[in-house]
């Protein structure tokens, strides 16, 4: 299939699209297809169905409940957790390991090797008048 044939087969498709939308859109017959609820209800009891409005009992049974709102709410009736403010001293010559095992002491960080591994990493760890070593309000 060359160029020009490929463009107006594409052509064609939009033109038959634009005509359909524009009988679609303009007669209105797309409007009110959706019934209210009094015809819904209507069409219910046409079909042989008992239509009533909900008790709280029922409700309560034949809802299921959404496991996203069940978490949610869980979340919320735990109590925030409170503020706690450490002051660490970091003093000269400290070395890395002791400044991870205060931190782990004060339950700060979860895993002191790791917090030192991080700040050998990142060469925070060595001497350096010009950085600091870490900062904590």
Do not use: H, W
């Not at 209507?42 to 042989?48: A, M, R, T």
């Not at 009533?52 to 735990?78: F, G, H, I, R, W």
Request: hydrophobic share 35%.
């Amino acid at each position: 299939m060359n160029k020009a044939r490929l463009q107006g087969l594409s052509a064609g498709i939009i033109f038959t699209t634009t005509i359909f939308a524009a009988f679609y859109y303009g007669t209105g017959k797309f409007e009110g297809t959706t019934p209210t609820a009094e015809e819904a209800k209507e069409l219910l009891v046409k079909k042989g169905f008992v239509v009533t409005l909900p008790t709280e009992e029922a409700k309560k049974t034949v809802q299921p409940k959404d496991p996203d709102k069940v978490l949610m709410e869980e979340e919320a009736s735990k109590e925030a957790p409170s503020i706690v403010t450490y002051i660490i001293k970091v003093k000269t010559n400290m070395t890395t390991a002791e400044i991870a095992d205060r931190l782990s002491k004060e339950k700060i960080i979860d895993d002191a090797d790791e917090f030192e591994a991080y700040m050998n990493d990142r060469d925070f760890s060595k001497k350096n008048t010009n950085r600091r070593v870490c900062c904590y309000e």
